[in-house]
């Protein structure tokens, strides 16, 4: 592979989010979330934090949250949220209909130092 690019993994659908760190005076919650990888089966999810998605996952995330519905205050740290099923389905049959999902990594220009996390790690 050239110096110039990187392997990223599709993230398919959200499965879950948690609350890392709860939130505290101005810092707002950190949460990460239970990600499937388009062409991996479930032994490769993860959990992720936000930041490790590309851009293209706004859509995504933002849906999440619509189907889950707003953090709540009362929820602490360790708090786990899921979305329907219909939602995980309707996701995946979006992911299908959209994207390529045969499991290869996509080869794309480095922007950062940082890679995407892999589905091996």
């Known amino acids: 592979m050239a110096d ?5 993994y599709e993230v398919e659908v ?4 948690r609350i890392k760190t709860q939130k505290t005076g101005t810092e ?3 949460w990460e979330y239970h990600v499937k990888y388009a062409g991996y089966n479930n032994r490769f999810d993860r959990w992720q ?7 293209d996952c706004d859509r995504l995330v933002n849906s999440f949250w619509y189907n889950v519905g707003p953090p709540q205050a009362s929820w602490e740290a360790g708090t786990v949220v899921h979305p329907s099923q219909e939602w995980i389905d309707e996701e995946k049959q979006r992911f299908r209909d959209l994207f390529k999902a045969d499991g290869k990594p996509t080869l794309v220009k480095k922007k950062s130092n940082v890679a995407p996390p892999s589905p091996n790690a």
């Open 28 to 30: 707002d919650a950190v």
């Open 4 to 8: 110039d690019t990187i392997e990223t």
């Open 49 to 55: 934090p936000v930041s490790s998605f590309g851009t």
């Open 14 to 17: 959200i499965l879950a989010a």
